[in-house]
């Protein structure tokens, strides 16, 4: 069987052995904002399965952006270094490209871990200013962002700009901009959050234009051979907030601005926003977009089985899909696949005892062989 998932994609002439990317991933195991060995094996044991694409998990571009206390972050020479560290020992035993998604969380920011019951980071527990486009809190109980004023919207520029130069020292192939799930350069997109009368206010093309001067900013400091996407919501799943043709819009804003594809996602812009995930229920919107924007479309949301994945890929739905706790639940979830498909997937030498073929334990454990699937 010839496979469309496991087919190789090239963007701006890097080059991805397969459309499947492991999603980025917050892990909540920094230490002030710098990645730890838990990434290494984090990170590492999804990256010797033989994926497409690794995201490091959303990293925060200044201080003032950061989610959480062990959110990653990438505003100095220490994190700088400690990422580069990660990935020098991954490369000791895998090529798996990597890339690393950009965050700054906004009015959503200076937040409790999930082990910590989530929620604001009060004052007295070491919780920081926030900053939003407007001065409007994320839900009930959460901190009232101060709005971005130009010395403000100037900085967040330059954390953008810095982090950029940042990935120029790394082994990195691509940079994913956090666009959604509310946090800063969604709450600008979005009506429910911005409510400024300046440039950055008002209409769609206004909204958008500071996320198109971070997408300028970033390009601009990125080497030609370096990808630049961005993830935005399919729509805000709240009323009054972007829908779908809002969201086609900001696609071909940034598309001029200098953007390389749009990863579709989906994800509160407030409290009172509720999303129905179903398997692949954020499919129909990347086909749509890929279509009649013209752009290269990754897509998340529920993307389970090996055949689900195949026929994204095949029907043109999508260039690739981002897969996050399938890979929690199952680091093996490429080979997996390969097996289900019918695909011969090159294993490290270390693990080819387990592979179908030199193991009769594969076939007992997985039946026919549709493991993924």
């Known amino acids: 069987m010839t496979s469309k998932l496991f087919s190789p994609l090239s963007i701006r002439g890097a080059d991805y052995a397969n459309r499947i990317a492991v999603s980025p991933m917050a892990q909540y195991k920094g230490d002030q904002g710098a990645a730890t060995r838990w990434h290494d094996q984090h990170l590492g044991s999804f990256s010797v399965s033989n994926p497409g694409l690794v995201i490091i998990e959303s990293t925060s571009v200044e201080r003032e952006g950061w989610g959480s206390l062990g959110c990653l972050a990438l505003h100095s020479d220490v994190h700088e270094s400690a990422i580069r560290q990660v990935l020098d020992n991954i490369r000791t035993y895998s090529d798996t490209p990597f890339g690393i998604q950009f965050g700054h969380s906004g009015r959503k920011g200076s937040g409790q871990t999930p082990a910590g019951g989530r929620g604001p980071l009060t004052p007295e527990k070491g919780g920081w200013q926030v900053y939003g486009p407007s001065a409007i809190p994320f839900a009930d109980g959460y901190p009232v962002p101060e709005a971005l004023d130009a010395d403000g919207l100037a900085r967040v520029r330059e954390s953008y700009r810095q982090a950029a130069e ?156 981002e897969i996050a706790r399938g890979f929690l639940d199952d680091p093996r979830w490429v080979w997996h696949a390969a097996e289900a498909l019918g695909v011969d997937l090159d294993y490290l030498m270390q693990y080819w005892m387990a592979k179908p073929g030199r193991w009769p334990g594969a076939e007992i454990l997985r039946g026919n062989g549709a493991s993924a699937g």
């Open 166 to 321: 940042r990935v120029g020292r790394l082994d990195l192939s691509l940079v994913e901009l956090h666009g959604a799930h509310g946090y800063l350069l969604h709450s600008f997109l979005s009506p429910i959050s911005n409510q400024r009368s300046d440039q950055y206010g008002g209409s769609l093309d206004k909204r958008t234009s500071f996320v198109a001067e971070i997408v300028s900013a970033v390009r601009e400091e990125l080497s030609d051979d370096r990808v630049l996407g961005i993830r935005l919501n399919a729509h805000d799943y709240v009323e009054g907030g972007l829908d779908f043709e809002d969201t086609i819009k900001i696609a071909q804003l940034l598309k001029e601005a200098g953007l390389d594809y749009v990863c579709v996602s989906a994800g509160a812009i407030s409290g009172d926003a509720r999303v129905s995930a179903t398997p692949g229920y954020l499919v129909p919107y990347a086909s749509e977009l890929k279509k009649r924007v013209g752009m290269h479309a990754f897509v998340t949301g529920m993307i389970l089985q090996a055949q689900q994945a195949e026929e994204i890929i095949a029907d043109d739905h999508a260039d690739m899909v």
